[in-house]
């Protein structure tokens, strides 16, 4: 690498010698003094741009196993003039002699041209080297991407495996405490005074608990893999049908619930069924001292719809929005709100499984809003109206 490096300032000395020679010839021979000037100028300098670049090229981004190249470049620009000089020479058409200057010129300009070259040629080839480095790594990093997708979803059906395998094997021990304590309490409740009966009330209340634990964290372990293929949902219909369903305990709290038109989206509909069964009923649940206040909506957001369930109830605080999600979190003890801690987690789970988004705006004792988005199944000319129309009579009141 030494070896190559060497030749370009050879050059540059030899090209810059010239120059001098050349300008000592001019002025020995006719004693013109502007004339040896130029010579020096128009010759010297090329040398010495030789040699600068011999200084420049140790310290620049190109590295040595490049030098060669740039060499060869220089060569073949002298090598081109000297071909050019040789065919003015062989050509008899041609009558015009190429002074020693000329031609000094010229050898200089070719090779300064054929350094260029090899200059810009190196620091091409760098480049391409570094876009080739740059998409290795790239190229790497979505290998390693997409093992780490594969490993987590192979550990996410591992866990879905290990939770649905718990829980079922759970659910007999449970049936057989449930079944003695009422057998225990069938057969000697006459005997037991008033703390027994409490005992055998708290424990049955905590069976009946630990059942709907296990029961939600069934349904949560199976809505990857037990869930229905997606086709066009008509989210009226859902609604209406989950209405239905909670038609005693709307009457029973003296609930209403207004709607809007809502939209035919891309889903499974027995899981979108329990998305909303389960936000309307905690918007019911935890609506506080007074009747709930329910309000269904959706919204056109690109290519998917963003649905709401706003109610007026006890809110949630801020620091608590995020843990709400997540299972076995709750906002209120069991003895303030029953509930298994699951409801809100399934229902994000359900929400991700359709690639959309759960959330909720919300302020403690002012209301909640949460929100979902879905992705839409057909366009649809018959937007949802941003006027709010109440629900059929027999479903919006306990009235």
Request: aromatic share 8%; with cysteine; proline share 4%.
């Amino acid at each position: 690498m030494s070896r190559w490096h060497r030749v370009i300032p050879a050059l540059g000395f030899l090209i810059l010698l010239g120059a001098i020679g050349r300008a000592i010839h001019t002025l020995g021979s006719n004693g013109i003094l502007l004339e040896a000037i130029l010579d020096l100028l128009l010759i010297g300098s090329l040398g010495a741009v030789m040699l600068y670049s011999w200084a420049w090229l140790p310290g620049s981004d190109i590295p040595p196993r490049f030098y060669p190249r740039i060499v060869t470049r220089v060569a073949g620009g002298i090598a081109v003039m000297a071909v050019v000089f040789g065919l003015r020479m062989l050509h008899p058409g041609v009558t015009v002699d190429f002074t020693f200057g000329t031609q000094a010129v010229m050898l200089a300009i070719g090779t300064l041209a054929g350094l260029g070259i090899g200059v810009y040629e190196a620091q091409n080839l760098i480049q391409a080297e570094l876009l080739e480095e740059k998409n290795d790594e790239l190229k790497r990093a979505e290998e390693r991407l997409e093992e780490s997708v594969t490993e987590l979803e192979a550990s996410n059906e591992q866990l879905e495996q290990f939770a649905y395998a718990a829980s079922h094997d759970l659910q007999e021990p449970l049936r057989m405490v449930t079944s003695y304590l009422q057998l225990l309490e069938n057969r000697y409740g006459d005997e037991l005074d008033e703390d027994g009966e409490e005992f055998i009330e708290f424990a049955v209340d905590g069976a009946d608990r630990m059942k709907g634990m296990i029961d939600g964290l069934l349904e949560y372990s199976r809505v990857e893999t037990q869930g229905d293929p997606f086709e066009a949902v008509d989210m009226d219909v859902v609604l209406d049908d989950v209405l239905t369903d909670l038609q005693f305990k709307i009457d029973e709290t003296d609930t209403e619930i207004t709607r809007e038109e809502l939209p035919t989206v891309d889903g499974d509909e027995r899981q979108l069924q329990q998305l909303f069964q389960n936000l309307l009923s905690n918007a019911i649940e935890y609506s506080g001292d007074e009747p709930p206040r329910i309000h269904v909506s959706a919204a056109r957001e690109g290519s998917e719809w963003m649905i709401s369930v706003r109610d007026e109830g006890v809110g949630i605080d801020a620091d608590d929005t995020d843990r709400i999600f997540e299972i076995f979190q709750r906002c209120h003890s069991t003895e303030e709100q029953a509930g298994s801690g699951i409801g809100l987690a399934l229902c994000k789970r359900i929400v991700e499984r359709h690639d959309g988004e759960l959330g909720v705006d919300s302020e403690s004792r002012a209301g909640s809003t949460f929100f979902f988005t879905l992705p839409s199944a057909v366009e649809r000319s018959d937007a949802p109206d941003a006027v709010a129309q109440p629900v059929e009579a027999n479903a919006q009141t306990g009235n």
